[in-house]
């Protein structure tokens, strides 16, 4: 973005405040372009009227982010990659969380390959309210036979919804594969010093994305880039090679670095997203597919923190793909986004006066966790969260902002009454605050019971204690 | 059981533990292995140590600490029907939309605002400076972000492995390693040190909590003196986390310690700080500055160590708390972030080295529950292999982020933590690799 504050983009705005964008102002419209959570197609005026037509221009120019943005696949499950403006996620948010790609080859058996597909496509994780997924499918020309290539495309494009790369360095093989999946965006991999000719004029034919490719060597991957775009290729992938151990992995961090640092800070000709390829961890020489595994996530972990916009993987076992989408997520939330969740007395399913009541910090991640394992089961409760300054339950017991007095006063602050709108006077602690059950006891005049150290064991806990014996 | 175990074989082994760790079945006892007959770099002493019951999983663990380091073999032949050739290039193609390559030169630049040097840390004293330890660990001293190109680190990560002072609850693929040990912290020390290759050790003195067996300050700072004649490498020193007690617990076991400058965890602003710098700077020990997630409170306590209680700059590191992989570690990650940039800019109340208490990690659900609580998930795969990858991935993005030295418990992390970071620091070699043929390899 080459503008910083809210008064340079309000000049390109209409200055009405006519309130059709939902915001009071136009100023105040501006301050959401600023931080990227609103877009100018959300200001009717501008978008409509004639007149605004070249500030629009000039405007959307202006508020483009430093790295482009490129979109994979067509449909709900497009994969955008890029558009980032700052190196460090505090500045603002890192935009488009890393997408991950998981291989398949065009020489495995048609059964095993619409296997994989599935299982790649049906992942799924749940995190707090939402489903951590994978992201597409890297389709490898193991076999470097068109016809054999265009088969395996075809099974995967008819077996899931989900985003491909078409990995070929043989124009010939790659052409005979966009010829199947040309209605689906695919992305290309890739163009080399070898073969760029032939590959650039694809990626204009089929006007698809193109991943341009050179290892270690970046003056020639921004000549490659710097070729492509002035041939009037707009959607570019770099890729400067993964090396997977010793000093070629430094090496290969180092280029990372460098590049989105040279692309955050204004030069426009390697501005483009980067493609890391954790499965490289697969060439290094380490034989048991365990530690492969580990090491592949090692490197996915690495290039998530460190600016990879979109990887390539093998290894589906769980604990590969569990940290990989757990990492993006993390790396990719926006640190705006409040820490804590309202302080006070949360209904989770129908609870009525018999329903347990139970208490967790107001914590956001403790309290939808703890959330989404009551409802997920099924037990109608009451859910009090205190205000423990945004800190989770172990820690803020540690540190003084979870105490009995503090529990009270939440109770007190919510109007619930343990008295009145429940019959069982009970009260149920999270198991890491268990040292304040007699402390509980005293200041709230109540029973507590000290529940298990982590809520996900709460549907069990539930089954043999509760009802509370009297 | 064969006397030789071939590497598929063991693979399906596997599929039979997955099933059984699933059903919450041990797995422990059920299964034999002659440990002497695999070979391939694979260390049975290592092995048998990682729990001779467990032998399957202490195979792979081993094999994985075995890798980084030695790495054997190669996997990456060329699957049949492959083709290793260079591509052909089909003329139909050639389009003359393009002619020549625009050359184009790769510019960077150091970032400039990075003016100040991060304060270097020496823990332990050898017997050059007054001590009885067998080396120095030195953190700290960046002048960059870790790993980065502007300026090269000076020193590399930092890996100090747990001891507790007490038998406690852990999770089942860490505990299998210390069983053991773990009514006795001198040998639990030793077993770190010897067999798992721990930089230093951290003793907790948890017992002394008066909600777990108030282990009077005197007989706490009796198990610190067991483990420094234990190990020759430097130590940490925690309390409980009680408030009112740690004060006196750690002054205890500082003044038995005196002239062995361990780290003492820790001072915070919710207890007798003073007190504890106090203990430090009487009997040459560093203090462990701790806040949780607040980079103003960091700089507040860091102050009020400097300026209230003398605490020199080359005694002082910074725990500013870590939250698991899905557990907060976004916070931890940018609150790390934060403060290491702005030391790096000037700051000079947050110049400091930074340890991460890594074990956090286990805390996560997902390093330690047999599966998933909620039945939408995809299947979680065996428990044994989620804990140790949930704390590498955990302490790998703090180092990331800047932190230098971690409090670590599984050996299969410890190994691997050391690999990936010393490999970015520029001190491993592997053989060279040719990617040109990533997509016909029978990856
Ligand atoms: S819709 Fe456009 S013109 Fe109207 S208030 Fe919003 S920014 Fe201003």
Redesign the pocket.
Known sequence: MKINSPLEAYKY??????????????????SKLIDRSGKTT?????IKEKKFAKKLAELDKLLAPEIREVAIGVGDRVAKIGGDDVLYRHKLTFFNKTKMFFDVTDTMEEAALVERVKKITDYKKFYVGRNLLLDGVAIRAASNDPAKFAAAVKKVIESTELPVILCSFNPAVLKAGLEVAKDKNPLLYAANKDNWKEVGELALEYKVPVVVSAFNDLDALKSLAKTFAEAGIKDIVLDPGTYPTGKGLKDTFTNFLKIRRAGIMGDTEIAYPIMAMPLTAWMSGISDPISASYWETVLASVFTIRYGDIMLLHSMDPYATMPEVHLAETIYTDPRSPVAVDSKMYKVGTPDENSPVLFTTNFALTYYTVESDLASNGINCWLLAVNTDGIGVEASVAGGQLTADKVKDAFEKSGFDLKKDVTHNTVITPGLAARLQGDLEDKLGTKVLVGPMDSGRLPGFMEKNWPPKQ | MAKKVKLSEMTDMFKDVEILSLEGVTIEGDIELDLSGLGGGFDPMLAAILGQENAVLAQHFARLAGIFGVPVGFGGAPAAGASAAAPAVSPALAAPKFKDLIPSKFDFSNIEEWTTQIQEVPIGNTSADGGSRGKRVVVGGEKALPFFPDAPMPNRNQVTIDVFDMRIGLAKAVKENYDEVMDSPGEWAKKNVEKFNADMITIHLISTDPLVKDTPAKEAAKTVEEVLQAVDVPIAIGGSGNPQKDPLVLAKAAEVAEGERCLLASASLNLDYAAIAEAALKYDHDVLSWTQLDMNAQKELNRKLMKQCNVPRDRIIMDPTTAALGYGLDYAYTNMERIRLAALMGDEELTFPMSSGTTNAWGARESWMVSSPLKEDSDWGPREYRGPIWEIVTGLSLAIAGNDLFMMMHPTSVAVLKHITQTLFGTIEAEPIDLANWIGSGV
């Not at chain 1, 059709?20 to 105040?28: D, N, Q, Y």
Request: proline fraction near 17%; charge should be negative.
């Open positions: 705005l209409p200055q009405t405040n006519c309130g059709e964008c939902g915001e009071p102002t136009c100023m105040a419209f501006a959300d200001c009717p005026p501008l």
